[in-house]
């Protein structure tokens, strides 16, 4: 139950808010050829991104990566921002992982809890590196930071919603306040496994170990029947 993506681009029916600058976003090439060339230009991006971070990345170390000329570059995006908006726009689909929602009436909410944290967890390890360029960005583009937050508080709400349902079935403390409760242990998640992915520990970790952790605070935060 954190914060970083839904298992769909629908939020409520509406959209869900996108990290992505749409004014930075070109269209598709039309031709089979151009959206090839567009696309590898992207993963070479990505890993000069990852490797360099953001503000060292130099557009003549992404065409080298991409083995195409500069020309080649300026054919699909004008410049070091908008390849990054397009690179983004990917990653935000690779990111996507099933959220707890509401829980079905016969479902165990501790065990569709820990599969949630799990498939979080699992998608924030496999991008770690993006994780960790994320962060320098939002420190520098005032733009990417205000998307990114807006987009954390929309998971925020999905995580309130189902801590109320799991306190109108009896399950979740019903003295905490939903917003207050998902906003500290949605919080949690996503700073543990920025420390532990991105930072590292200073001992092996198991992984299942860090779901089993991560899961347990959040039944015993709501104080789950058994799980106290």
Known sequence: MATTASASDDWDGAPLPSMVNPALLRETPATQRGARRRSELIAAARKVFERSGYLDARLTDITKEAKCSTGSFYTYFKNKEEIFAAVLEVAQQEMLHPGMGRLPDSGDPYAVMEASNRAYLEAYRRNAKLMALLEQVATVDQTFRELRRRRGEAFIHRNARGIADLQKRGIADPDLDPMLASR????????????VFVR?????VDFDEIVYTVTRIWANGLRFPGHR
């Open 200 to 204: 590292g520990v200073d001992h092996p």
């Open 184 to 195: 500290a242990l949605s919080g949690m998640v996503s700073r543990f496994a920025f420390s």
